[in-house]
């Protein structure tokens, strides 16, 4: 076995599409298995997998998988760029080839390249596709097996917050110079200029032909969720997006993975979720305040209390958790207490809540 070396000029040459500005992708799916060698060598002896020893017969099937060095592991599987039909020929037979025989590790990933030049003749900026790519996250991590493992495939946004609560950040991804476009290692690669790459997915589940044909349909659904959001606010059409991802998740086809990976956590209702995070708003507001009485209040004298550590600290604590939604909170900053403020922001946030 001879795999081509990265990127290689002969690689590059058997991977390279005609123009044009349908939805054809890409795929990688790497292996970190070494003992399936003498699997893949039959393939490539088949002429299934093209390596530089049957470069010749290039060509021969519909698809065209070709093995290739990489660095963070054994081997990738690269495939030509193609429609879904001939992508999931290509998968069914490795799936086939390699059932039982691999063990892939958590950072053993599934790449999808995204054809820019159909993403641009539908209106989609890379960003839109970041910003699909930065709301489904969550669930995208749930079904891709690397159990928290983002070293090559990182959110943007911190994975602390849940849908609803990204959605304020997702719709500061505006700008087509935002620094993400430097680093190719997030969840969504914007950095090429011929592809966008969807990296979250992952070949742990060891060329399972159910998992990889759900990622290609799912990078789909990304384009397809991009294209409805052009314009809009995730913030504000937040019933919208998750209605949409609602309805692609719980397609019949994806029963079993659904269950396994308990995807119905992320479907609460618009209400459910928004209650569910202001109610945790308010406990990390207890907690910081409690905190803040332990260190700050309790035991010191009245004179020691307004220190400037402690007042900064305050105004960090009021800061960090007043939304506009809990309304005015006043108060005379010659003449006030901590506890007095507190109170009032703890009974804004009950209050807002109730009104849910």
């Known amino acids: 076995m001879m795999t ?22 890409g795929i990688e799916l790497e292996i970190s298995d070494y003992n399936v060698r003498d699997t893949l060598q039959e393939l490539i002896n088949s002429n ?18 070709i093995a290739e060095d990489d660095g963070s592991v054994w081997v990738e599987l690269v495939f030509k760029a193609c429609n879904n039909r001939t992508l999931l020929q290509g998968v069914k037979m490795l799936s086939e080839a390699f059932d039982g025989k691999v063990d892939n590790n958590n950072e053993t990933s599934c790449h999808i ?24 996250f969550p669930i995208l991590g749930a079904i891709s097996g690397r159990q928290g493992d983002y070293q090559w495939a990182k959110p943007m946004i911190s994975l602390n917050k849940n849908l609803f609560e990204r959605c304020r950040s997702i719709d500061d991804l505006d700008s087509e110079d935002y620094r993400y476009h430097d680093d190719r290692y997030y969840g969504c690669n914007v950095t090429n200029s011929n592809t966008t790459e969807i990296r979250i997915f992952s070949n742990k589940y060891n060329f399972n032909y159910d998992y990889i044909k759900m990622y290609i349909e799912t990078a789909d659904f990304i384009i397809d969720l991009a294209e409805e959001m052009l314009g809009k606010s995730y913030h504000t059409n937040y019933e919208l997006a998750l209605e949409k991802t ?20 992320f479907f609460l209702s618009p209400e459910e979720q928004r209650k569910r995070f202001y109610n945790q708003e308010l406990e990390k507001f207890n907690r910081e305040y409690a905190q803040f009485t332990r260190y700050h209040i309790e035991g010191i004298s009245e004179e020691n209390r307004y220190t400037t550590t402690n007042w900064m600290t305050f ?28 109170e009032l922001m703890i009974k804004g946030m009950e209050e807002y809540i109730s009104s849910l």
């Open 4 to 25: 081509f070396s990265y990127h290689s000029c002969d690689a590059d040459e058997l991977l390279r599409p005609r123009s044009t500005n349908g939805n054809i992708k």
């Open 48 to 65: 299934e997998v093209i390596d530089e020893t049957n470069i010749n017969r290039a060509g021969e099937k519909d698809y065209t998988i």
């Open 113 to 136: 390249h995204l054809n820019n030049r159909h993403l641009r003749s539908r209106g989609i900026r890379k960003t839109d596709i970041m910003k699909a790519t930065e709301f489904l």
């Open 246 to 265: 609602k309805e692609h998740f719980e397609k019949r086809k994806y029963k079993d993975i659904f269950e396994r990976h308990d995807l119905g956590k």
């Open 315 to 342: 105004l960090r604590i009021i800061r960090n958790y007043y939304r506009e939604e809990y309304g005015r909170i006043k108060f005379d900053i010659n003449n006030f207490s901590y506890e007095e403020v507190f």
